[in-house]
Nanobody, 126 residues
Framework: QVQLVESGGGLVHPGGSLRLSCAAS????????MGWFRQAPGKERVFVAN????????SYTGSVKGRFTISRDNAKNTVYLQMNSLKHDDTAVYYC???????????????????WGQGTRVTVSS
């Protein structure tokens, strides 16, 4: 059974940076697209970013384009989300997810992901 564990969340001032990590155990990430989603307080979980299985294609939701970068290190079985110029609206619990089927590009749809982590909390506050 694949388990995903996110880390790197915390409290940061507006304009600051954080790097989230998503490490897998019990299975490989290397052949699968990966995604990051987030759930703000009182809101539904939404798509943030994804990366295709080969690391070539990426996609971001509009509000994070130019500020967030998704990347992967298949040798370490880990996916990252570098978050710069953080804003109050980025406050949320961030989840990583592994795609259902191998050798696919990333997806914006939660249904296309089979495994999810427990989330890491990011709070942007002055």
């Amino acid at each position: 059974q694949v388990q995903l564990v996110e880390s790197g969340g915390g409290l940061v001032h507006p304009g600051g940076s954080l790097r989230l990590s998503c490490a897998a155990s019990g299975g490989t990430l290397g052949s699968y697209a990966m995604g990051w989603f987030r759930q703000a307080p009182g809101k539904e979980r939404v798509f943030v970013a994804n990366i295709g299985w080969n690391g070539i294609t990426t996609s971001y939701t509009g509000s994070v384009k130019g500020r967030f970068t998704i990347s992967r290190d298949n040798a370490k079985n880990t996916v990252y989300l570098q978050m710069n110029s953080l804003k109050h609206d980025d406050t949320a619990v961030y989840y990583c997810a592994r795609g259902k089927l191998p050798f696919r590009s990333g997806s914006l749809r939660e249904d296309d992901y089979a495994y999810w982590g427990q989330g890491t909390r990011v709070t942007v506050s002055s």
